[in-house]
């Protein structure tokens, strides 16, 4: 029996896990942070740095996240199109119009080594509820934090 158990543990601890988080009412940052050690394998006990053993997420509702109001003015997104004179920028803002997932793809993108950024084909946004990955979810992850604003409060 106890080799069995062991058995399974070892399997667990060694194969790719994938994981589901509601970005419903999270913090921008916060959920960077816990996604970039996840994809990285930090989480497990047998992390080496010389070995891809990160695992998988799916986050839905990434439309949802929160940032300060001026926050999504303020920081500004730069990319370069490699012709002299043709530095682009756009507000977080509207990136999150073009694209609901851009913000939270670049956050874990700056989170991650430069020589680890190939793990992010291992994360998997979704800016609603649904996504394609129900079959492969193994555990549903709870969010760093859950924001409550001021009105949500109760009088007790």
């Known amino acids: 029996?106890?080799?069995n158990n062991?058995?399974?543990q070892m399997l667990?601890?060694?194969s790719t896990i994938w994981f589901l988080l509601n970005g419903d009412k999270q913090i921008l940052g916060r959920v960077?942070?816990?996604l970039s050690r996840i994809l990285l394998g930090l989480h497990k006990p047998i992390y080496a740095p010389n070995t891809g053993n990160g695992d998988c997420v799916v986050v839905t509702?990434?439309?949802t996240l929160i940032m300060h109001r001026e926050a999504w003015k303020?920081?500004?997104?730069?990319w370069h199109t490699g012709y002299p004179g043709q530095l682009r920028s756009m507000t977080h803002e509207q990136a999150h119009q073009l694209d609901p997932t851009l913000v939270l793809r670049r956050a874990v993108f700056k989170l991650l080594p430069i020589n680890k950024r190939k793990?992010?084909?291992n994360l998997h946004l979704f800016p609603g509820e649904t996504h394609p990955f129900h079959s492969n979810i193994v555990s549903e992850l709870e969010g760093p934090?859950?924001?409550t604003r001021l009105h949500e409060y109760t009088a007790e």
């Not at 303020?74 to 730069?78: C, L, T």
């Open 119 to 121: 793990f992010l084909e």
């Open 145 to 147: 934090s859950n924001f």
């Open 12 to 14: 667990r601890t060694h």
């Open 1 to 3: 029996m106890a080799l």
């Open 74 to 78: 303020d920081r500004v997104i730069r």
């Open 6 to 8: 062991n058995l399974s």
């Open 61 to 63: 509702n990434c439309k």
């Open 32 to 34: 960077a942070d816990m």
